[in-house]
């Protein structure tokens, strides 16, 4: 009995990572979809840079807000594309086809897209340290990209499989999830704002004032997680 | 086109029966307010039009569940109805609300934890017409449709506690939720009657709409595929 279960989870697992593998290797070999996000992102800080007039008094109170507006402008993008070169090649319905639960499918897409979306935010972070001479590189502030980019991965994953299957599918996907992952934007930058805040001015990190914040994107990513889960199969079905 | 039920009848006479009876209440019968004077009787439809707003996104949300355990169109049709409703209400609701925060807290808009959810909520909705008008085959409108009103649904408790968090960490904007927030009043036993019937009417109001809607979504249902049947 034990046996069985471990292998279904080793199937299960298997499946999951040949998703992934498959997404890496393809933008390995591409690297269209990095690209893209990156230059779209460094091009979104430089029009910042001119709209705010980021000097040193408006850079220490914008920064978290700057920096969360260009991972999710950056993140639609990469959203977008990854699910729509599965329609167009046809992959999807491959996907479909293979005898593996569709709930795996929903995760590897989910990790792949989790994984573009943190390499660019750590390609953005040393880039807008060098450019406004700040440095970005803390764990605390780490952990909430992370957990930030886990929610928006989770929700637009699943929103980016609807919008694909729609004739209007190229404007669709911010529209629809902007309003649903506004919490992650609100809990992510307050935390992250709270974080440089303290490092900027040499204090120590008052925890309980994060804490909310952290809470909240926690349950945020759970919850969503388990929701996307749950209705992937009513998604992706013929 | 079956007649209309009379039951329906019966709801649509006491719905305009209520109405006038809630108008002539909130003009009427309810003291004006000492401080805040006329402009407080908006208060009475305002929070009776937010009420008809949730109960119209929550039955939205409902059926979007039923339908995807049931796939049965009757519930997509209800449910594309009590969003159609809910946005009507929720528009009022903030309408009403700019027209009295004007006076009272001297600014048409604030980001309170409220307003910003309802305001929100309006997005979401706005999204999921975006999202229906952009698919043909209407199986899987209704499908994506109802995934769509789940998830926006869930996300919206989130908004108002993250919006809530917002503020207490920095308590700048004016008060509205809180002890001794500006515009906050006790009511007077009449206050509290018309307020009820308020509610009660509302609930009518949007009864009686939700069902004709439905019967209006068949009968769209029914002129579609008549429409195939002639093509083919």
Known sequence: MIRRTERIAKNYLRALWSVVYKDLSMELRSRELLSAMLVFALLIIFIFNFALELDVKTR??????????????????GLNRSMSMEKDRGCLDGFLLAPVDRSAIYFGKTLSNLIFMVIMELMILPAYSILYNINLFYPGLIVVILLGSIGYTAVGTLLSSIAIQTRTRDILLPILLFPVVLPVFIASVKASSSILSAIQSHQVLQMNEIWPWINILIVYDIAFTAIAVMVFDYVVEE | MDPKPRLLIVIDIATVILLIIATAMVLFYTPVE???GLVQKVFYFHVAAGWAGMLGFLVATISGVVYLITSNRKYDIVGLASVEIGMVFALINVITGSIWAKPIWNTWWTWDPRLTTVTI??????AYFMLRAGIEDPERRARFGAVYTVVGFISVPLTFFSARLFRTIHPIVVGANQPGATGAFDMSPSMLQTFLVSLFTFSFIFISLLWHRVRLGKLEDKVEQLKYKTME
């Open chain 2, 121 to 126: 909520m309006l997005f979401i909705y706005a």
């Open chain 2, 34 to 36: 000492r401080v805040m």
């Open chain 1, 60 to 77: 220490s109170s914008v920064t978290s807000g700057v920096l969360w507006v260009t991972f999710s402008f950056a993140g639609t993008l």
